[in-house]
């Protein structure tokens, strides 16, 4: 990667402050053998930061709506050229990008029935 360009582990981050953190950044990468739902992909997307993904999510099609990539677990070169191709975009589409971003956790935030399945997840 050009040297103006840097990946950190963060770590847990507390969640008063998640939405402020993640919104310093560009990209959320998640190459997660395993996840239901996967709250990290939403809290990202509501900050504007489009995420790098397995496919091992329900999320599918992102790269479509601007919101990042859905990649094969164990297909390293389609996630390096995801890497690529966020690192050289220009402001202009990472704004785009990020806006997207915020309208798709907006519309997943408000299906009340995923809402409704994840308070009954947490609640038992």
Known sequence: MPTNITATYKG??????????LSQ???????????????SIVESWAAGCPVIISDNTPWRKLEKE???????????NKFAEALNVATAMNQQTFNEWSTACVEKAKLVMQNNVAVDANRKLFAT
């Open 25 to 39: 950044y560009h990209f959320s990468i998640l190459p997660t053998m395993h996840e239901n739902y996967g709250h």
């Open 12 to 21: 847990a981050i507390d969640n008063t402050q998640l939405k402020e953190a």
């Open 66 to 76: 601007k919101c990042g990539w859905d990649i094969l677990l164990n297909n390293s």
